[in-house]
């Protein structure tokens, strides 16, 4: 898998090993060779993660995003205080970094904004002092801004506003073999696994390795996105292999996945792809609308309404 694609939510290890009662093998056909179905499996799983995406209306996995927002308007708002609260379009917010504002005239002469000014609005509680939200959803997508930055002096949408942040779930691939003891890995995305603002709280996952699976905590990382080192808590327990997932992601949002997955490797019909009848994961039979129903009530939690 490229470094230059993000790890899916889930991988071929965690679909073919969940109780799906669905002989991965015969995909994409009874006669693909041991490369061609994993290629499709890595295929089946990063479909699925686009599906959840899609239902949920924004992406699940730790972004670092820059919004721009015009304002006053209706997503940034000025309250009696001089305040302005601003309704951001991802969440969870873990981290607000920084702004820029400046008069709507192109071109925008841009003034900083410190990320002391903002104020998470309702941040998460936190799971055993870890960055990350718990598996129910909550947590907003909104922040208050300090006031003079904007406000109704230069009319309706007079002031650019741009929002420098972190939101969603820490998720990632290890890029090396770590052996047992490691306390640093290499993984394809240190996204939101430590804040960048000095002395806070960093993010806990789960290493999925089946057999070997261990939750870790992350105190720092060589970069504030994208490929680089996690520096752990404490010395990894087991040896994991290059391409084993690291994630935060809530465990239903994986079974989601799943479900997705089942569902896309059902529409060939039950001719096609092997399905066990006694499996009590096969409810639904081979009916892959049925799947894709119930992935979606999973994911509901989880929507962005606004």
């Known amino acids: 898998m490229s470094a230059l694609t993000p790890a899916p939510y889930i991988t071929p290890e965690i679909l073919t090993n969940a109780a799906t009662g669905i002989s991965w093998q015969t995909l994409p056909s009874r006669n ?20 959840i995406d899609t239902e949920v209306n924004q992406r699940l996995r730790a972004t670092a995003s820059k919004e ?23 969440k969870p917010i873990l981290e607000v970094t920084g702004g820029q504002w400046g008069l709507t005239i192109p071109p925008v002469n841009y003034q900083p904004v410190p990320a002391s000014a903002f104020l998470i609005n309702q941040p998460s509680p936190g799971v055993f002092g870890s960055t990350v939200p718990g598996d129910a959803g909550e947590s907003g997508q909104s922040v208050t801004l300090a006031p003079g930055f904007v406000t109704w002096r230069n009319g309706r949408r007079g002031t650019t506003l741009t929002v420098s942040y972190v939101s969603g779930y820490p998720h990632a691939v290890l890029t090396a073999d770590s052996p047992a003891g490691s306390l640093t890995v290499q993984v394809d995305d240190v996204t939101g696994w430590a804040p960048q603002t000095m002395n806070g709280p960093g993010a806990s996952g789960l290493v999925y390795d089946a057999g070997n699976e261990e939750s870790l905590h992350c105190l720092d990382t060589s970069a504030a996105f994208g490929p680089g080192t996690l520096v752990l808590e404490t010395p990894t ?70």
Request: aromatic residues 8%; proline residues 6%.
């Open 237 to 306: 327990f087991f040896a994991h292999q290059t391409g084993t997932l690291i994630s935060s992601l809530p465990p239903q949002l994986m079974q989601a996945a799943i479900l997705f997955a089942m569902s896309q490797a059902l529409m060939r019909g039950a001719t096609a792809t092997a399905v066990q009848s006694t499996n009590a994961a096969t409810i639904h039979g081979d009916n892959p609308a049925a799947y894709a129903t119930e992935a979606e009530l999973l994911c509901k939690p989880y929507r962005r309404m606004t």
């Open 32 to 51: 693909a060779t041991p490369a061609q179905q994993l290629a499709e499996q890595w295929n089946i799983c990063r479909r699925a993660s686009a599906m």
């Open 68 to 90: 721009t927002l015009l304002a006053p308007d209706y997503r940034v708002t000025v309250m009696p205080s001089g305040a302005a609260y601003i309704l951001l379009a991802r």
